[in-house]
Nanobody
């Protein structure tokens, strides 16, 4: 049975770092773009970062550029999100998802809407507060 399992969420102070991991089982990541979404209370689910299925192209929402880094290890069926310089506005439940590559233009990766993603994890809570 295909499954994504996230881990690494925690409560941290502003300016600190967290590393989220997502492990896939029951299917291979090779053919999917892998993305991280987040959802804060009362807000819509937001695409945070994505990494293409077949190369190292990445996408980041403006609010996390320069602070977050997404990476994948297809051999280990794992995707990670390194989050540095965390801010209170990063507080949310973070979800890992497998879906289609979404190209905004030649060699410019975007992120597809949540409804297009095939597999989702259960989410991991990230809370940033002093």
């Amino acid at each position: 049975q295909p499954q994504l399992v996230e881990s690494g969420g925690n409560l941290v102070q502003p300016g600190k770092s967290l590393r989220l991991s997502c492990v896939a089982s029951g299917f291979t990541l090779d053919y999917y773009a892998m993305s991280w979404f987040r959802q804060a209370p009362g807000k819509e689910r937001e695409g945070v970062a994505s990494i293409a299925s077949f190369d190292s192209s990445t996408y980041y929402v403006d609010s996390v550029k320069g602070r977050f880094t997404i990476s994948r290890d297809n051999a280990k069926n794992t995707v990670t999100l390194q989050m540095n310089s965390l801010k209170p506005e990063d507080t949310a439940v973070y979800y890992c998802a497998a879906g289609p590559d979404f190209w905004r233009g030649p060699d410019v990766l975007g992120i597809a809407t949540p409804d297009l993603y095939k597999y989702w994890g259960q989410g991991t809570q990230v809370t940033v507060t002093s």
